[in-house]
């Protein structure tokens, strides 16, 4: 999902090339990372022109050279989907809920869980907010999982959104921003229900 959004996040790349295995090892990642200092270019940059590396062998390249084009085709599929559409769609096309579920551990069943509520969380970000786009939704999931991580013993400064927040779990908050157009946000501004919500937030 990341990559639909950012095809140079280096990070969802090496998750996809390790889960579900692809053939496709640390070496390999390596040499791309040496292409990549060598032309100043991203990861996802280096992987469309991976042909041209010759230090990485045929067999690995055409491996390399599948997922680009998969992750390609999957991008412009997804291109005019709804949100929760968009997740699904990409969610079957990782054959992650399958390649946990052939691992039959403990946990196998609860991460495939964790993944099916991602759409529901998507159907319900579109009922509430249906102005979120793909960017919108990843960001608002990645702070959710910071929150759920907060280690409330640890003497830090926590920062996140207002939507990210359950309320009432820190003792002291500070937000910053109350200025019209970002709260309430503009996009909240032509509708009652919307500003109630964006005060209920508050």
Not at 22 to 43: H, L, N, Q, V, Y
Not at 63 to 83: A, N, Y
Not at 180 to 195: C, D, T
């Amino acid at each position: 999902l990341r990559l639909m959004t950012n095809p140079n996040d280096e990070q969802s790349w090496r998750r996809i090339f390790k889960v579900p295995p692809k053939g496709i090892g640390d070496t390999t990642i390596g040499r791309i990372e040496e292409a990549m200092r060598t032309f100043g270019r991203g990861f996802g940059d280096i992987l469309q022109r991976v042909k041209d590396i010759a230090e990485i062998p045929k067999v690995t390249r055409t491996k390399l050279q599948d997922v680009v084009l998969q992750i390609e085709k999957l991008r412009e599929q997804i291109g005019s989907l709804s949100l929760s559409d968009k997740v699904r769609v990409v969610l079957e096309a990782s054959g992650l809920c399958d390649y946990y579920r052939d691992q039959d551990v403990d946990e196998s069943e609860d991460r495939v869980s964790n993944l099916l509520q991602m759409v529901e969380a998507a159907r319900e970000r579109e009922r509430e907010h249906p102005e979120y786009d793909l960017v919108d939704f990843l960001a608002e999931i990645a702070l959710v999982s910071d929150v759920d991580e907060y280690d409330n013993a640890a003497e830090r400064v926590t920062l996140m959104t207002l939507h990210a927040a359950k309320g009432l779990e820190f003792p002291g908050v500070f937000v910053t921003g109350l200025e019209e157009n970002v709260l309430p946000h503009q996009r909240s501004m032509g509708s009652a229900a919307e500003i109630e919500e964006e005060r209920r937030l508050f």
